[in-house]
C-alpha cells in the first residue's frame, strides 16, 4: 500500500469560521449605517414639510387681518370709522392669548383664544378652519395686534403691527413660526 501524501495549500480552502463572522459584521455595520441616514432622512423631510405647512397658515392669518382691515375701511363710510372698528375688533387679541376666526370673511368672527384648544386648526373640505367638525391638522394659529413700536395700546395710531402665529408638535418637540406685518389705514379723503 502506498500512500500519497499531498500537501495541502491553506488558501484554498476558503474562508474560516473567523474571516466570515468579521465579514459579515462589517456588513451589518454598514447596514446600519444606511439605515440610520434614512430614517434621518425621512424624518427631516416630515419636519420641512410641517414648517413650510405652518409658514403658509401662518402667512394666511395675516392675509385674514389685512382683509379684514380693508373690508372695515371700505365699508364703513368713512375710512376713519372703519380703521377705529377695525382696531376694535382686534384689541382684545394680545400676545398672551391671541386670537383666532370662526370665518375669515365678512361679517368677521374674531374670538379670543382663552385655551390653545380654541385656536385649533382642522381640515374640513381642504381648506383650514377653526369648526372642530374636521380632522385635527396639529396646527394651532393665534393672531395678535399690537402698536407699530410694540406696546401694547393701540389707541389713535394710525399703524399696527399684526403677529400670525403657527405652533404645531412634532416628535418630541415643540415648534412655532410667526410672522408680522405693519398695517396702515391706507384711505384718506382730499
Same mark, same amino acid.
Given at each position: 500500500m502506498q500512500f500519497f501524501s499531498k500537501k495541502v495549500n491553506r488558501s484554498s480552502h476558503g474562508f474560516t469560521l473567523v474571516e466570515t463572522l468579521v465579514a459579515i459584521s462589517i456588513f451589518t455595520m454598514s447596514l446600519l449605517g444606511i439605515t440610520s441616514i434614512l430614517a434621518s432622512s425621512i424624518?427631516?423631510?416630515?419636519y420641512a414639510k410641517q414648517k413650510i405647512l405652518a409658514g403658509y397658515l401662518a402667512q394666511e392669518g395675516i392675509e385674514y387681518?389685512?382683509?379684514?382691515?380693508?373690508? $372695515?375701511?371700505?365699508? @364703513? #363710510?368713512?375710512?376713519?370709522? /372703519?380703521?377705529?372698528?377695525?382696531?376694535?375688533?382686534?384689541?382684545?387679541?394680545?400676545?398672551?392669548?391671541?386670537?383666532?376666526?370662526?370665518?375669515?370673511?365678512?361679517?368677521?368672527?374674531?374670538?379670543?383664544?382663552?385655551?390653545?384648544?380654541?385656536?385649533?386648526?382642522?381640515?374640513?373640505?381642504?381648506? $383650514?378652519?377653526?369648526? @372642530? #367638525?374636521?380632522?385635527?391638522? /396639529?396646527?394651532?394659529?393665534k393672531i395678535w395686534m399690537t402698536r407699530a413700536d410694540g406696546s401694547s395700546d393701540v389707541g389713535s395710531d394710525e399703524e399696527v403691527k399684526i403677529f400670525s402665529e403657527v405652533e404645531w408638535t412634532q416628535g418630541s418637540g415643540n415648534y412655532s413660526i410667526v410672522f408680522s406685518e405693519n398695517l396702515f389705514n391706507w384711505w384718506e379723503f382730499p
Amino acid at each position: 500500500m502506498q500512500f500519497f501524501s499531498k500537501k495541502v495549500n491553506r488558501s484554498s480552502h476558503g474562508f474560516t469560521l473567523v474571516e466570515t463572522l468579521v465579514a459579515i459584521s462589517i456588513f451589518t455595520m454598514s447596514l446600519l449605517g444606511i439605515t440610520s441616514i434614512l430614517a434621518s432622512s425621512i424624518s427631516n423631510t416630515g419636519y420641512a414639510k410641517q414648517k413650510i405647512l405652518a409658514g403658509y397658515l401662518a402667512q394666511e392669518g395675516i392675509e385674514y387681518v389685512r382683509n379684514m382691515r380693508d373690508t $372695515y375701511i371700505l365699508y @364703513s #363710510g368713512t375710512s376713519q370709522a /372703519g380703521w377705529d372698528a377695525f382696531k376694535v375688533e382686534l384689541n382684545p387679541c394680545n400676545s398672551g392669548n391671541g386670537c383666532g376666526f370662526v370665518k375669515p370673511v365678512a361679517p368677521f368672527d374674531v374670538f379670543v383664544c382663552s385655551s390653545p384648544d380654541q385656536c385649533k386648526l382642522y381640515v374640513n373640505n381642504g381648506g $383650514y378652519d377653526t369648526n @372642530s #367638525g374636521g380632522t385635527d391638522s /396639529g396646527f394651532i394659529r393665534k393672531i395678535w395686534m399690537t402698536r407699530a413700536d410694540g406696546s401694547s395700546d393701540v389707541g389713535s395710531d394710525e399703524e399696527v403691527k399684526i403677529f400670525s402665529e403657527v405652533e404645531w408638535t412634532q416628535g418630541s418637540g415643540n415648534y412655532s413660526i410667526v410672522f408680522s406685518e405693519n398695517l396702515f389705514n391706507w384711505w384718506e379723503f382730499p
